[in-house]
């Protein structure tokens, strides 16, 4: 086989493993991309060794997905979700907080997890913040230890709304994780008013 064809049975298959993801991120509410594009790649009885898709490219596919079959109350569940994050990013300003993932980009599903990046001097601060507010939350081991994965996870409510705190080291704010968007809190208010004036 040539080697174009190599790349386009290739390109074809990553295709396979970013909708079939993306179903499963829409219908069964997995919310980190990683685990599902190994669990897409496996039931599709592909090997780790095979480039897998990238997490724009399940993005792409959520879309579509979400365009096919509409959910009506997707949209008042982003903006509630992105209210919340308003909310949580204003109590933790001092951490340098940004918005990421599903509530950022509008393809947050029924049981997405809001997530929020923070960027303390030392994840402890966060934790003893929370624990002199008496707010619950539990602690997470970080799924796969990589060098750029968080040093710590907490996840609590916020009301009705599942809350995930990736907490990093504060260098590495800098040098934002490659093919993740974010945003700080200015701009999520600004999206927050924009939706408020468009349903007056």
């Known amino acids: 086989?040539?080697?174009?064809?190599?790349?386009?049975?290739?390109?074809?298959?990553?295709?396979?493993?970013?909708?079939l993801a993306a179903?499963?991120?829409?219908?069964?509410?997995?919310?980190?991309f990683g685990f599902a594009k190994r669990k897409a790649a496996r039931q599709l009885g592909v090997g780790e060794s095979e480039a897998l898709p990238t997490n724009a490219q399940i993005e792409e596919e959520l879309r579509a997905w979400q365009a096919l079959y509409p959910d009506?109350?997707?949209?008042?569940?982003?903006?509630?979700?992105?209210?919340?994050a308003v909310e949580i990013m204003q109590m933790l300003e001092a951490f340098?907080?940004?918005?990421?993932?599903?509530?950022?980009d509008g393809t947050a599903g029924q049981y997405a997890e809001l997530e929020i990046e923070l960027y303390p001097e030392s994840a402890k601060e966060v934790e003893i913040f929370?624990?002199?507010?008496?707010?619950n939350y539990e602690h997470r081991e970080p799924r796969r230890p990589a060098p750029n994965s968080p040093e710590a996870?907490?996840?609590?409510?916020?009301?009705?709304?599942?809350?995930?705190?990736?907490?990093?080291?504060?260098?590495?704010?800098?040098?934002?994780?490659?093919?993740?968007?974010?945003?700080?809190?200015?701009?999520?208010?600004s999206m927050v008013r924009e939706s408020r004036e468009a349903a007056e």
Not at 23 to 28: G, L, P, T
Not at 96 to 104: H, N, Q, S, V, W
């Open 1 to 19: 086989m040539t080697s174009r064809a190599n790349a386009f049975k290739a390109g074809n298959l990553r295709r396979e493993i970013a909708a």
């Open 23 to 32: 179903r499963m991120m829409a219908e069964d509410g997995i919310a980190d």
């Open 72 to 84: 009506e109350e997707q949209g008042e569940r982003v903006f509630e979700m992105r209210c919340a």
């Open 96 to 104: 340098r907080p940004y918005l990421t993932g599903g509530a950022l």
């Open 130 to 135: 929370f624990l002199n507010r008496d707010l």
């Open 153 to 189: 996870v907490l996840t609590f409510d916020w009301g009705e709304v599942p809350v995930r705190l990736s907490i990093y080291p504060s260098l590495n704010e800098r040098t934002p994780r490659k093919g993740s968007d974010r945003a700080r809190l200015a701009m999520v208010e």
